[in-house]
């Protein structure tokens, strides 16, 4: 090689170096990542859009859906772009234009809102309204429709929805549908009130007294489930809410027991509330409980009663000063139990009416007498005047005798007593079982020598 050609190999060497270092960079300058970021016009990331890309001869390039951060990022070349945002799918709500020279990030707001609440009410707008169901439909398209159940709060929220068109709003409770109208989400929150009311009812007993604990219930057929229930508060106030126009049977019940039945449609519902007062088959029960003899009631005792109808307790109550206070009381005829303990004093049947409100029964507590036999000790007249305790279960009577005999009154029925006999302090004898089975009894102390 001569020195011409030296050189010149040497520079067309160094422009073959210098074009291979060039290319790549080059052919990765003619890309770029877009990243579209979608917000609703409230401000919020819109997850599940669709985006399509279109470039500048209007031919479609890319298409995605946005993430949780309502982002979707495209790889591009250079070029100018026009991206559309659809949602749902098929519904634009918005766009924009873009020169793509270099990675970008681009936000769009678009025509939609993440959150509409409507909340529906009665007419008066105390009482939510649950279980409604409340569709919403896009005036502008109507292929896009919403449907909620109204919460415990009477609220359903719909969002993310499209916000460029009113909706028309159909409400759905108890078969019975409402149109509302045109609404729009623009606006806000929207409160829905229904033609429902309250049927406000008073419930006494036979004495003009309030009752609680009155489940009443109405009806708009007999043979139909009830339209609402309530139970009865202290002052004997009832409030079944949600009630549309009609007219409806009414009837109450205390304790599983039914204690009034309307004749026929009684409550009226028509554009407001409707106020009924119901006088029940109930009284306040007070039994006294008196011995045996019906002399004297039993006061020292902490007695337990139970009203029992068809096996089932209807009521109990705690004896105070010898009363049992079973409070209000459906009118039926029960059976009456009283326990003292784990004896039972008195069962028989109990006729509940105005009439024996204010009653009593006479339970098996008995007058006893204590005699002591003495004939077969050496010294009998020893148990002339003796001390004793007769005691059973949590029961304990002391008695002293007197010329061989101890009285005592009032003694709840048992046969599982037992008699302690002392002389001076000294125990001389244990007697049982002892059986106490009926009033004025003679109870045999049969002594045969000292303990």
Known sequence: MNSLNKPVAILMLLMLTLIISITPTQAQDDTATLTVKVLTADGKPLKNAHIKIENST???VKTGETGSDGEASFTLKLDNYSITVYYPEGHEVGSEHVNLNKTKTVTISVNVISKWTIRVYDKKERDPVKGANVTITHQGDTSIKYWRLTDENGKAEFGPIPCDSNYKVLVKFRESEYDEGAKSPIDGEVTVTLPL???????????????????????????????????????????????????YYVEAWLKG?????????????????????????????????????????????????????NGEVIAEAESVDG??????????TYQLKIMLGDLELYSGEYDVDLETAEGFVKAWFYDIILEVNASRIVNASLARSLTGRLTAKNLLFEFETEEWKAKLEDIPRSEDYRVELFY????IAVIEPIRVTEDNQIVKLNLTGYK
Not at 424 to 427: G, I, R, T, V
């Open 424 to 427: 001076e302090d000294k125990p």
């Open 323 to 332: 009363i049992l206070h079973f409070g209000h009381t459906p009118f039926e």
């Open 58 to 60: 209007n031919a479609v």
């Open 197 to 247: 009311y309250r049927v406000i009812l008073t419930i006494l007993d036979k004495k003009n007294s309030p009752v609680e604990g009155v489940e009443v219930k109405l009806r708009e057929e007999l043979d139909q489930e009830p339209i609402a229930s309530a139970t009865s508060g202290s002052d004997g106030k009832a409030i079944l809410k949600l009630i549309p126009n009609g007219k």
């Open 257 to 309: 027991v039914k204690v009034y039945e309307s004749d026929g449609k009684e409550i009226s519902v028509s554009n407001d509330d409707a106020i009924k007062t119901l006088i029940v088959d109930a009284v306040k029960l007070n039994i006294t409980v008196l011995d045996y003899d019906g002399e004297n009631i039993m006061k020292n005792y902490s007695m337990k009663g139970e009203l029992i109808r």
